[in-house]
């Protein structure tokens, strides 16, 4: 054995906890190794003196209030264990309940439930007879009917003209000094603007100046007679004129480049038809002058022009009684003729049609010339919003009044669209309540 | 009546079983904690938080688990706690050794030596014993704890070595090292009392 061995072995032969076979080993070792044998007694004479102190009495003994202390508490343990078991017994207090149980065993639960109930079903019923109730949930028809114009048709004269109608005017108006206009693109009709200017009359003129309601972009879109009335006197207004000329050369800014595309697709096609409403469905979707524009031509294309075409409003337009049956059966380069012709004669607008009345008239329309344009927007913001019968009777007193406005047309095909639409609502009104009664006996 | 059979009279009821275990095992708790702690004040403490958390947790106690290790688990697990906290203070606790260790303490060394020359059984004074259990505080936790456990309460190094999660060999040689320190503190004391003897004599 090895003195290392012997180290490693010492706390065993100290606690004779080592084999009897190692422990002869150990020993054998020990006598005859002299620094194995002074490590082995000293490290015994260590752990004597050690036991002898550790097992003497110390100088105190554990405080007796210790004792005390712990059987007290060892006590009052017992009596705790006792009461609760014995609260078993007697009364034990409820677990608190959760939120859904004391919710259930509330009074008011089950008539909450069931007025919430009846307010679903009465919902659901309201909204199966009349779907309309539902917000973008329109019958196409009616929606096809009610789609609202873009700008009330009495100031339609207001739109810049197509070419078949601005060059008749062109002849008859005067040279007139060029306005000074900023943009170079309207340069090229600065030729037809002062000619265009002459058809319009100043006092018209006059009355759009100070009475402009519409936006910007919309000004220009109106403002050819304005600026032709206002010529040299309105430079700032002149490039809009001659942009709206300009248009009939062919070189014209992009709204009126619509209108003349409008025009010529109604040309092309004619009214009425299916052809023509497919190519004019866009152009129905499209808010401003298009349409507009078309209509003081007064030829029998530009109700067309303006009606809603696609497919299914086309058959709606056929039933609009005759006017729509007139302009189906018109060609469209008849019509265009008949523009042609008939262009010069017509007066464009609303004040010339004023002014085409009689003298008492003309007075009434130079006293209040904005009445009348205020009854014809009511009119068309009325059937805008679809209260078809305010709409319908706005529309009959127009007519009343000015039956041989340009616009005439197109408020009787607003009368007629109002009385089919207030028809075709109280149809489907019928219709669902049938199919709600079926439901109901199922 | 073991232990384990007063543990279970007291679960039923029985104060007096429970103070019959409070009998039993304070004095050796007593020691084991004084000479661990080395503080009176701190080892009373200590000794009735033992038997406290044994009422605490008496309703949890399990007839297969034996008492006196219960107890030495609860004890030791205590000592090691308050040693950690007041780890600090350790060196404030030697240079408090080292004080003590002054012309008192060489007399009694010098006593102890006159007195007989047999130190391990007659002549070992109380005070020398002192000196002892100032030697034994000043041990490793490590080492203090396995010696502590192994001379005052009586475990084997299997027990001890379960019970500080550690390999019995480890246990033995934490014990070694344990010894040689004692021995180390010993002997600077038994040649300092030899030289005081070699002085006084003529």
């Given at each position: 054995m090895k003195c290392s061995e012997v180290s490693s072995l010492l706390v065993d032969f100290l606690y004779d906890e080592i084999p009897a076979v190692e422990r002869r080993e150990f020993l054998a070792h020990v006598e005859g190794c002299a620094s194995c044998s002074a490590e082995v007694k000293a490290m015994s004479s260590t752990l004597g003196h050690a036991r002898a102190a550790l097992r003497r009495p110390l100088a105190q003994d554990p405080p007796a209030r210790v004792r005390e202390r712990v059987l007290e508490a060892a006590q009052a343990a017992l009596a705790a264990k006792a009461s609760e078991s014995a609260?078993?017994?007697?009364?034990?207090?409820?677990?608190?309940?959760?939120?859904?149980?004391?919710?259930?065993?509330?009074?008011?639960?089950?008539?909450?439930?069931?007025?919430?109930?009846?307010?679903?079903?009465?919902?659901?019923?309201?909204?199966?007879?009349?779907?309309?109730?539902?917000?973008?949930?329109?019958?196409?028809?009616?929606?096809?009917?009610?789609?609202?114009?873009?700008?009330?048709?009495?100031?339609?004269?207001?739109?810049?003209?197509?070419?078949?109608?601005?060059?008749?005017?062109?002849?008859?108006?005067?040279?007139?000094?060029?306005?000074?206009?900023?943009?170079?693109?309207?340069?090229?009709?600065?030729?037809?603007?002062?000619?265009?200017?002459?058809?319009?009359?100043?006092?018209?003129?006059?009355?759009?100046?100070?009475?402009?309601?519409?936006?910007?972009?919309?000004?220009?879109?109106?403002?050819?007679?304005?600026?032709?009335?206002?010529?040299?006197e309105a430079p700032v207004l002149a490039p809009l004129g001659q942009a709206t000329v300009g248009k009939g050369g062919g070189a014209a800014s992009p709204p009126y480049r619509k209108d003349e595309e409008r025009l010529g697709a109604v040309a092309k096609v004619g009214p009425g038809t299916?052809?023509?409403?497919?190519?004019?469905?866009?152009?129905?979707?499209?808010?401003?002058?298009?349409?507009?524009?078309?209509?003081?031509?007064?030829?029998?294309?530009?109700?067309?022009?303006?009606?809603?075409?696609?497919?299914?409003?086309?058959?709606?337009?056929?039933?609009?009684?005759?006017?729509?049956?007139?302009?189906?059966?018109e060609g469209i380069s008849r019509s265009a003729e008949r523009e042609k012709a008939q262009a010069p004669m017509r007066p464009p607008t609303v004040e010339h049609a004023a002014q085409a009345e009689t003298p008492a008239d003309k007075k009434a329309a130079n006293k209040e010339p904005l009445s009348f344009e205020e009854r014809v927007r009511k009119a068309e913001k009325l059937f805008a919003e679809k209260k078809w019968a305010e709409a319908e009777a706005a529309f009959r007193a127009l007519l009343a009044q000015a039956p041989s406005n340009p616009a005439a047309k197109t408020w009787r095909e607003r009368v007629a669209a109002a009385e089919l639409a207030q028809e075709q609502a109280r149809a489907a009104k019928a219709s669902k309540a049938h199919t709600v009664d079926a439901l109901d006996g199922l | 009546m073991n232990d384990e059979a007063l543990m279970a009279a007291y679960k039923k009821g029985d104060l007096a079983a429970f103070a019959e275990l409070v009998d039993r095992h304070e004095k050796r708790l007593w020691n084991f904690l004084r000479r661990f702690v080395r503080d009176e004040a701190t080892a009373e403490d200590l000794l009735q938080e033992v038997f406290l958390r044994v009422v605490k947790s008496a309703a949890d106690w399990q007839p297969s688990a034996k008492v006196s290790t219960w107890l030495f688990t609860i004890a030791r697990n205590l000592c090691t706690d308050q040693a950690r906290r007041a780890e600090f203070r350790r060196a404030e606790s030697l240079d408090q050794v080292k004080a003590g260790e002054g012309d008192s303490g060489l007399r009694r060394i010098d006593q102890v030596a006159a007195a007989?020359?047999?130190?391990?059984?007659?002549?070992?004074?109380?005070?020398?014993?002192?000196?002892?259990?100032?030697?034994?505080?000043?041990?490793?936790?490590?080492?203090?704890?396995?010696?502590?456990?192994?001379?005052?309460?009586?475990?084997?190094?299997?027990?001890?070595?379960?019970?500080?999660?550690?390999?019995?060999?480890?246990?033995?040689?934490?014990?070694?090292?344990?010894?040689?320190?004692?021995?180390?503190?010993?002997?600077?004391?038994?040649?300092?009392?030899?030289?005081?003897?070699?002085?006084?004599?003529?």
């Amino acid at each position: 054995m090895k003195c290392s061995e012997v180290s490693s072995l010492l706390v065993d032969f100290l606690y004779d906890e080592i084999p009897a076979v190692e422990r002869r080993e150990f020993l054998a070792h020990v006598e005859g190794c002299a620094s194995c044998s002074a490590e082995v007694k000293a490290m015994s004479s260590t752990l004597g003196h050690a036991r002898a102190a550790l097992r003497r009495p110390l100088a105190q003994d554990p405080p007796a209030r210790v004792r005390e202390r712990v059987l007290e508490a060892a006590q009052a343990a017992l009596a705790a264990k006792a009461s609760e078991s014995a609260k078993p017994r007697t009364a034990r207090a409820p677990e608190p309940e959760g939120f859904f149980a004391r919710l259930w065993k509330t009074p008011w639960l089950v008539p909450a439930l069931g007025a919430a109930g009846v307010a679903t079903v009465v919902l659901l019923v309201r909204v199966i007879k009349n779907p309309q109730v539902i917000p973008d949930q329109k019958p196409a028809l009616t929606e096809a009917l009610t789609q609202p114009p873009a700008e009330p048709l009495g100031l339609h004269q207001a739109q810049p003209r197509p070419e078949t109608e601005s060059k008749p005017l062109a002849k008859l108006a005067p040279k007139q000094t060029q306005p000074k206009e900023p943009a170079a693109e309207f340069d090229h009709n600065r030729d037809a603007e002062p000619k265009h200017a002459a058809s319009a009359g100043k006092l018209h003129l006059a009355t759009r100046a100070r009475d402009n309601p519409l936006p910007s972009d919309r000004k220009l879109a109106r403002s050819s007679d304005e600026r032709s009335g206002v010529g040299g006197e309105a430079p700032v207004l002149a490039p809009l004129g001659q942009a709206t000329v300009g248009k009939g050369g062919g070189a014209a800014s992009p709204p009126y480049r619509k209108d003349e595309e409008r025009l010529g697709a109604v040309a092309k096609v004619g009214p009425g038809t299916v052809a023509a409403g497919a190519d004019s469905t866009n152009r129905w979707a499209e808010p401003p002058p298009p349409r507009a524009a078309a209509a003081p031509v007064g030829s029998a294309a530009a109700p067309a022009a303006a009606q809603p075409p696609p497919a299914k409003k086309a058959k709606v337009v056929a039933n609009l009684g005759e006017i729509q049956q007139s302009a189906a059966d018109e060609g469209i380069s008849r019509s265009a003729e008949r523009e042609k012709a008939q262009a010069p004669m017509r007066p464009p607008t609303v004040e010339h049609a004023a002014q085409a009345e009689t003298p008492a008239d003309k007075k009434a329309a130079n006293k209040e010339p904005l009445s009348f344009e205020e009854r014809v927007r009511k009119a068309e913001k009325l059937f805008a919003e679809k209260k078809w019968a305010e709409a319908e009777a706005a529309f009959r007193a127009l007519l009343a009044q000015a039956p041989s406005n340009p616009a005439a047309k197109t408020w009787r095909e607003r009368v007629a669209a109002a009385e089919l639409a207030q028809e075709q609502a109280r149809a489907a009104k019928a219709s669902k309540a049938h199919t709600v009664d079926a439901l109901d006996g199922l | 009546m073991n232990d384990e059979a007063l543990m279970a009279a007291y679960k039923k009821g029985d104060l007096a079983a429970f103070a019959e275990l409070v009998d039993r095992h304070e004095k050796r708790l007593w020691n084991f904690l004084r000479r661990f702690v080395r503080d009176e004040a701190t080892a009373e403490d200590l000794l009735q938080e033992v038997f406290l958390r044994v009422v605490k947790s008496a309703a949890d106690w399990q007839p297969s688990a034996k008492v006196s290790t219960w107890l030495f688990t609860i004890a030791r697990n205590l000592c090691t706690d308050q040693a950690r906290r007041a780890e600090f203070r350790r060196a404030e606790s030697l240079d408090q050794v080292k004080a003590g260790e002054g012309d008192s303490g060489l007399r009694r060394i010098d006593q102890v030596a006159a007195a007989s020359g047999d130190a391990e059984t007659e002549v070992m004074g109380r005070e020398i014993a002192s000196l002892i259990d100032r030697a034994v505080g000043e041990l490793p936790l490590e080492q203090r704890e396995v010696f502590l456990m192994r001379e005052v309460m009586d475990m084997s190094f299997a027990e001890i070595a379960a019970q500080v999660g550690a390999s019995e060999p480890t246990v033995k040689s934490r014990m070694r090292y344990a010894l040689q320190r004692l021995r180390s503190k010993l002997g600077e004391l038994h040649e300092t009392a030899g030289a005081a003897a070699a002085e006084g004599t003529p």
